[in-house]
């Protein structure tokens, strides 16, 4: 089946610096990607789509110059967390749309996900 | 509004046994779909069941069956014969807009007890 890498699986970093998360679709093309966000102990939020060649859409309330997405390649997307502060600890999912899936129970995929802490 | 809800924080269940975890959702979308997912404490999420919105017969994979009631907008997931590894966190989702979208429900946490 399709496969989504997400890389780093954790991260910690100072506040004020800039993270990078990548996510990689290994056996399939991925023209979609989307990003999520979960605090501890609730549901995943939806951040933005990511559609190659074109620019990220981002959730109402989220801050594009904070959260910067890149989906340069139909293979990789990428979030960075620019400088970063303790409140933008959490965890990071992406998924990403496999075109031409036979069934809706295989058109998305997730990453197994990016726990950032800042400290 | 697109929503879905899921009114269970915790379920207890006893080894063996069955549980159903109960979803509802809330769309003008004549086309939708319904996803559970399965997220362990390591985080990933783990696709368990699909149920399309023209499906005329409930989703069945495995152990996992979704009982699907489109008039009361309702998608509960039932799990038989409940094992150890099943405890988690289960997420109710409706793609939304030709997969476009994916909204998730608060989740429910599940324990299997011995």
């Known amino acids: 089946g399709a496969v989504v890498s997400q890389h780093p699986s954790w991260v910690i970093c100072k506040s004020g610096t800039s993270v990078k998360i990548e996510c990689r679709s290994l056996d399939f093309q991925a023209t979609t990607m989307f990003w999520y966000r979960q605090f501890p102990k609730q549901s995943l939020m939806l951040m933005a789509t990511?559609?190659?060649?074109?620019?990220?859409?981002?959730e109402q309330g989220v801050e594009k110059d904070k959260f910067l997405i890149n989906h340069a390649s139909l293979t990789l997307s990428t979030l960075t967390v620019t400088s970063a502060h303790p409140e933008d600890s959490s965890f990071y999912i992406c998924s990403a749309r496999v075109q031409g899936a036979n069934s809706g129970a295989n058109v998305l995929t997730f990453g197994a996900g990016s726990r950032l802490t800042v400290l | 509004a697109q929503k879905i809800t899921q009114t269970q924080p915790g379920m207890f269940v006893q080894e063996k046994e069955a549980v159903t975890l109960d979803c509802t959702y809330d769309t003008s979308d004549q086309s939708y779909g319904l996803f559970w997912y399965k997220q362990p404490s390591s985080g990933e999420m783990i696709f368990l069941i699909y149920q399309g919105s023209y499906d005329e017969q409930n989703a069945t994979e495995g152990r996992y069956s979704l009982n699907f009631q489109k008039a009361r907008k309702s998608a509960n997931l039932v799990i038989s014969a409940s094992q150890l590894g099943d405890s988690a966190m289960y997420f109710c989702a409706m793609s939304l807009q030709g997969f476009q979208k994916l909204v998730f429900g608060t989740g429910t946490r599940l324990l299997v007890s011995p």
């Open positions: 990511s559609n190659e060649g074109s620019k990220a859409t981002y």
